[in-house]
């Protein structure tokens, strides 16, 4: 999977910023293509985002349901929110777990990376696992609603195969979560203090 | 899962277009907010995208490697694209397919929607399997570089377990593909034919 991608890959000749200063940063650049024309690229600059899958002792996950105004539904979803600068992943892991459900956990392991659009986003999302789950009280942001539940695996399954689970970091969470489970993906899991550690809190 | 949502739904009181005529258009809605208070949100406007999951009559998978400019990575993906005005995602499916690998299908099964980035994109991903495929000369459009390979479900799973498989249609692709080998997620074969009947064409 590392040939020579001379034939694909594209190179930045120049670029203006389209939007900015709300919320979504947007980009024009020119690009030179792998034929020597040239073309134009629009997409957002994202921070990168991180989604949490919180376990229970007894097994159930600590989901969230919230409004997504874009596409005028309520979705329910692992937590989940953008990294503030600077910040690790598994920091606004931590972070965001707390705020949108109040929990805390003793340990985490590390899940994987995933890319949601890249032919218009440079987000990332990078997963961890959380378990050894302490109750808190939630500090949603400032116009944030977002409503804390608690489902059992099999009952979030269910609800992929009846084509009603739509969110894809929470689908790719599930599908980790079972490969775990069962031994194809095993999670590293280490105390939230083993985690901080810069090695391990990397990327 | 229908629960009273007014606690969580935001409504919109009015808009306006950001950044439009090029690649991306951008919308700023202003909302009113469940307890009354008002935030604005902006998003793509996008008007949907298909994914195919090709197999062939050995089991092989036909993917399509691809230079994604925003992350700046050559990514390994089911074949995908943007809908076009009117366009069903069935007709979407069978065009994509053609145009980036050059086969067609003599079945098609739907499998499912998802959302990408909800937060910022109205986009939705339909997901559609395909089999019978009969191979073809490829059609790309102009300025688009795409490389098709051929590889078995065991070789995908492999790099997702190694987390080199980051496109989330490409992972929960893979996943409905071996939900429907065991039998948890049953996928319903059609002809074209039928398949394009505006039932099944739908949505």
Same mark, same amino acid.
Not at 115 to 127: F, G, K, L, P, V
Not at 129 to 151: I, N, Y
């Given at each position: ?13 120049? !670029? ?6 709300? $919320? ?7 690009? =030179? ?5 040239? #073309?134009? =690229? ?5 921070? !990168? /985002? ?27 979803? $692992? ?37 949601? /659009?890249? /032919? ?8 961890? $696992? ?14 944030? $609603? ?45 105390? /939230? ?7 391990? #809190? #990397?990327?």
């Amino acid at each position: 999977m590392a040939p020579d991608d001379t034939h694909l890959i594209e190179h930045r000749t120049g !670029g203006q910023t389209l939007l900015s200063g709300g $919320f979504l940063e947007v980009r024009r650049d020119t690009v =030179r293509l792998p034929d020597g024309s040239s #073309a134009t =690229r629009e997409y957002i600059q994202h921070p !990168g /985002a991180v989604a949490v899958v919180p376990i229970l002792d007894d097994g159930r996950l600590v989901m969230v349901r919230q409004y997504r105004y874009p596409i005028a539904k309520v979705l329910l979803e $692992f937590p989940a929110g953008k990294r503030d600068p600077g910040e690790t992943t598994l920091a606004c892991a931590m972070r965001e777990l707390a705020e949108e459900t109040g929990y805390t956990a003793r340990e985490w392991a590390y899940g994987g990376r995933i890319h949601n /659009a890249a /032919a218009y986003t440079t987000e990332s999302i990078w997963i961890w $696992f959380a378990r050894g789950l302490v109750a808190g009280a939630k500090r949603p942001d400032v116009g944030e $609603f977002v409503e804390t539940v608690l489902l059992d695996e099999a009952s979030l399954e269910a609800l992929d195969v009846a084509d009603d689970l739509p969110d894809v970091k929470t689908v790719i969470g599930l599908r980790w979560l079972q490969m775990g489970l069962d031994g194809r993906r095993p999670l590293g899991w280490r105390s /939230a203090e083993e985690a901080r550690e810069p090695v391990m #809190a #990397a990327p």
